[in-house]
């Protein structure tokens, strides 16, 4: 059950429909990687919400789809307007090595050392800017 309060999910959904590929020059909601229905937001204490994406790679081995959950995370850690805890998984059998990058792209020590690499922050920021 979803909870629609104070419109959080929509914000979640507008902040990551955005988000460009890193490959293509297409958006995730315009490759159908995220979509309204991936996104779930629950109540989970006074003011503070739980926000969980399931988003879809477009191939089942899909090398982006770990670098695809880290733009989703720290695009939405930096824009959600409320408290929130964040779970980011990759759609129930739809990646090759589904397991392996949910554990990733949820682990704090991993996402703060993949931000660190200088390379991969710059294409994670190229992907999450608002477009002009």
């Known amino acids: 059950e979803s909870y629609f309060m104070d419109g959080c999910l929509f914000s979640a959904v507008d902040i990551i429909r ?13 490759l159908e990687v995220v979509t309204e ?8 204490g006074e003011d503070e919400y739980l926000v ?3 988003f ?11 670098l ?18 964040l779970e980011i998984y990759i759609s129930e059998g739809t990646h090759s ?10 682990d704090k020590e991993r996402v703060a050392a993949a931000m660190e690499n200088p390379n991969l922050r710059e294409i994670v920021e190229q992907c999450v800017t608002e477009p002009d």
């Open 18 to 30: 955005t988000i460009r590929d890193p490959e293509k020059p297409n958006t995730l909601e315009e």
């Open 52 to 54: 969980v994406i399931r």
């Open 68 to 85: 695809i959950g880290l733009c989703l995370r720290i695009k939405l850690q930096r824009c959600l307007p409320f408290r929130h805890k």
């Open 97 to 106: 090595t589904e397991e392996d990058i949910n554990k990733q792209i949820n």
């Open 56 to 66: 879809t790679p477009t191939v089942p081995h899909c090398s982006l789809a770990t």
């Open 37 to 44: 229905s991936c996104v779930e937001v629950h109540e989970i």
